[in-house]
T-cell receptor, first 114, second 109 residues
């Protein structure tokens, strides 16, 4: 069974440029999460989807970040415009039963903003 | 803010020794989970312990949970060089996971 797939693995952009990350969760997993991980820190939730619905986006900086999960499967996280402080790893995770079980993480997308 | 906090922040041991790391949290939980992250990779789930459980084993891993002290510990017995990684505890409550800042374990061959 394929795991959570993320792309790109690495992205280097100039500040003020846009960037997008894509995530394909494990087949059948209805819950999808985007996390931000700064160097030496644990993941911090940006947004959680139950199927197509964003049920928790309270930590998503909505002035520059947006996300979508069309058809309740793949998801895209976008930053526009990127700032220097956005340099981090963006992790996607999925789970089957919405939070009482384990999270399955992708390998992450490492963003460097110059 | 993150609810779980691991201790120590870093741990260096020789292969074959046991490694113990601790996690403290602030509010009530539904369950607590431990994850491993190798450098440059995603997190991998290791073990889950529910709030009504006190101890759980999985292979060389032993997890304890003390809800009265709001703390958990992860013991890795007979460590191997391949156990070198960062270890995170994650508490689950109110439909959210809260991750600590992790313990960085280095197992020297």
């Amino acid at each position: 069974e394929a795991g959570v797939v993320q792309s790109p693995r690495y992205k280097i952009i100039e500040k003020k440029q846009p960037v997008a990350f894509w995530c394909n969760p494990i087949s059948g997993h209805n819950t999808l999460y985007w996390y931000l991980q700064n160097l030496g820190q644990g993941p911090e939730l940006l947004i959680r989807y139950e199927n197509e619905e964003a049920v928790d986006d309270s930590q998503l900086p909505k002035d520059r970040f947006s996300a979508e999960r069309l058809k309740g499967v793949d998801s895209t996280l976008k930053i526009q415009p990127a700032e220097l402080g956005d340099s981090a790893v963006y992790l996607c995770a999925s789970s089957l039963n919405g939070g009482t079980g384990e999270l399955f993480f992708g390998e992450g997308s490492r963003l460097t903003v110059l | 803010s993150q609810q779980g906090e691991e201790d120590p922040q870093a741990l260096s041991i020789q292969e074959g020794e046991n490694a113990t790391m601790n996690c403290s949290y602030k509010t009530s939980i539904n369950n607590l989970q431990w994850y491993r992250q190798n450098s440059g990779r995603g997190l991998v789930h290791l073990i889950l312990i529910r709030s009504n459980e006190r101890e759980k084993h999985s292979g060389r891993l032993r997890v304890t949970l003390d809800t009265s002290k709001k703390s958990s510990s992860l013991l890795i017995t007979a460590s191997r060089a391949a156990d070198t990684a960062s270890y995170f505890c994650a508490t689950y409550n109110f439909n959210k996971f809260y991750f600590g800042s992790g313990t960085k374990l280095n197992v020297k061959p």
